[in-house]
C-alpha cells in the first residue's frame, strides 16, 4: 500500500495499521462499517508517536494501537520498523542481547534507512575494534561526539578520547592540548585560559573581563577581556558560573580585591 507517497506494510499483530518507510503509523480499517466521512480515503487517520525524556535523556518512540480485539497497547515503534522491513527478526528481539540502535544517533529518525541491530551495552562498557572503526568512520563524516556516544552506549568523553588519538591511537593526541598565550604563574588560572579564544592587540589595552549576553537566548553568554596584548573571549551557557569566572579573573589579573581596599568609604 502507497500513503502519501511511501511505501506501507500491515502491521503484524495490530492488521488495522500500517506503518511507512520513516516510521508513520496509519490506522487504515476500523473494524466496523466506514462512515460517509472515511469511506472511499486510503487511509482513516495517523497515529500520533509519543517520544518521552527520562534523566534528561530521549528515550525510544511509542504508539497507542488496538489489535483485533478492541485492546489497547502501548508498542515502541522501533522494534515494529525493524521486524516490518527485515532489520531484525522478533526472535532476535527477544534475547536480552540484542536491542535496535540509530546510525545517526537521532531516536527520533524512524526511518528503516536509519536503524540496525546491535548488542546490548552498558554505559561506559568496552568497545571492540570493530567498533571503533565505525566510530572513526562517523568523527570523519562530522557527525556530533554526543550523537556517536549515544550509538554506542559510551560517554561523549570517551569518543572525544577517540577523536584526539588518547584512546585507540598510538598513544599520541592527534590535536594538540591548548596553551596560555602567556606566562601565568596560578596553573588553574593558566589552563582555564588556554581554553579562551585568543586575538592579538595593543599590548598597552587593558580591560576587566564582563559578561555579554544575548537577550534572546538565555544560554548564549560570553566571557571577553584584554590582557598582556590579548583579547580573550569564551562562549558560557551558565550566567551564574560566568559571573563567578569573571570575578575570579578580574581578581587573579586586576587585583579587584587591592583596589577595593584602597577606595574611599563615601565611594
Known amino acids: ?27 487504515t480499517e476500523s473494524g466496523k462499517k466506514r462512515t460517509w466521512r472515511t469511506k472511499g480515503r486510503i487511509y482513516i487517520s495517523e497515529n500520533k508517536i509519543h517520544f518521552k525524556f527520562s534523566n534528561n535523556k530521549l528515550r525510544q518512540g511509542y504508539a497507542s494501537l488496538t489489535d483485533s480485539k478492541g485492546k489497547l497497547h502501548s508498542v515502541v515503534v522501533a522494534p515494529i520498523m525493524a521486524i516490518t522491513f527485515g532489520i531484525a527478526t522478533p526472535k532476535q528481539l527477544k ?22 541491530l546491535i548488542e546490548k551495552r552498558n554505559l561506559n562498557s568496552k568497545l571492540t575494534l570493530e567498533d571503533v572503526k565505525h566510530i572513526k568512520k562517523h568523527i570523519r563524516k562530522g557527525i556530533p561526539l554526543n550523537r556517536i556516544a549515544s550509538l554506542f552506549s559510551v560517554s561523549e568523553m570517551q569518543i572525544n578520547r577517540i577523536k584526539t588519538g588518547e584512546n585507540w591511537g598510538n598513544g599520541k593526541r592527534k590535536i594538540k592540548a591548548p596553551t596560555a598565550p602567556f606566562q601565568i604563574e596560578d596553573g588553574r588560572i593558566r589552563r582555564y585560559i588556554a581554553t579562551f579564544e585568543k586575538k592579538k592587540t595593543t599590548k598597552n589595552i587593558r580591560k576587566t573581563f564582563t559578561v555579554k ?17 590579548y583579547k580573550l573571549s569564551l562562549k558560557h551557557k551558565n550566567i551564574t558560573r560566568a559571573r563567578e569566572i569573571v570575578n575570579k579573573l578580574n581578581e587573579y589579573f586586576f587585583d579587584y580585591k587591592s583596589e577595593k581596599k584602597m577606595l574611599p568609604k563615601s565611594v
Open 213 to 229: 549576553r544575548n537577550p534572546e537566548i538565555p544560554t548564549d553568554n560570553t566571557i571577553t577581556g584584554i590582557v598582556k596584548g
Open 95 to 116: 534475547t536480552k542481547r540484542l536491542t535496535i540502535g540509530y546510525k545517526d544517533g537521532n531516536k527520533k529518525n524512524l526511518h528503516y534507512s536509519n536503524l540496525l
Open 1 to 27: 500500500m502507497v500513503i502519501n507517497d511511501e511505501k506501507c506494510h500491515q502491521i503484524v499483530g495490530f492488521e488495522r495499521y500500517h506503518i511507512s518507510e520513516s516510521g508513520r503509523i496509519y490506522r
